[in-house]
C-alpha cells in the first residue's frame, strides 16, 4: 500500500504565501515522477508543476515565477514553494507519484486566496 498525504493548504491573502508538502509512505521502490495538480471550483483537474527524479522540472504557464517545485527523495516528499498568490489560484491541490508504471494520488488540500 502507498498513502500519499497533502498539507499546508489554507486561507490567505492575494500576493500572500503558502507552502504545500506531499509525503509518501508504504511500499515505496523508488519515485519517478512528483507532481502537483489542481483543481479549481467548477473546473477541470489542471497540471500545475513537476519534478522527476532525474532533476527536471517543469511549470505551468499560469504560474511559472510564482511556484517553486521541490522534492526531498530522502523523505519521499515534495514541496510547492507558492508566492504571490492570486485568486484565480484557488482550489483544491492534489499530489500525484509516479511509481513503479503506477500513478498516486492525494485527498487534496484546500487553498483559498482572498482578494
Known amino acids: 500500500q502507498v498513502q500519499v498525504v497533502e498539507s499546508g493548504g489554507g486561507l490567505v491573502q492575494a500576493g500572500g504565501s503558502l507552502r504545500l508538502s506531499c509525503a509518501a509512505s508504504?511500499?515505496?521502490?523508488?519515485?519517478?515522477?512528483m507532481n502537483w495538480f489542481r483543481q479549481a471550483p467548477g473546473k477541470e483537474r489542471e497540471f500545475v508543476a513537476s519534478?522527476?527524479?532525474?532533476?527536471?522540472?517543469n511549470y505551468a504557464d499560469s504560474i511559472k515565477g510564482r511556484f517553486t517545485i521541490s522534492r526531498d527523495n530522502a523523505k519521499n516528499t515534495v514541496y510547492l514553494q507558492m508566492n504571490s498568490l492570486k485568486p484565480e489560484d484557488t482550489g483544491v491541490y492534489y499530489c500525484?507519484?509516479?511509481?513503479?508504471?503506477?500513478?498516486?494520488w492525494g485527498q487534496g488540500t484546500q487553498v483559498t486566496v482572498s482578494s
Open positions: 508504504g511500499r515505496i521502490f523508488g519515485i519517478n515522477g
Open positions: 500525484n507519484l509516479f511509481m513503479r508504471s503506477v500513478y498516486y
Open positions: 519534478a522527476s527524479s532525474l532533476g527536471t522540472r
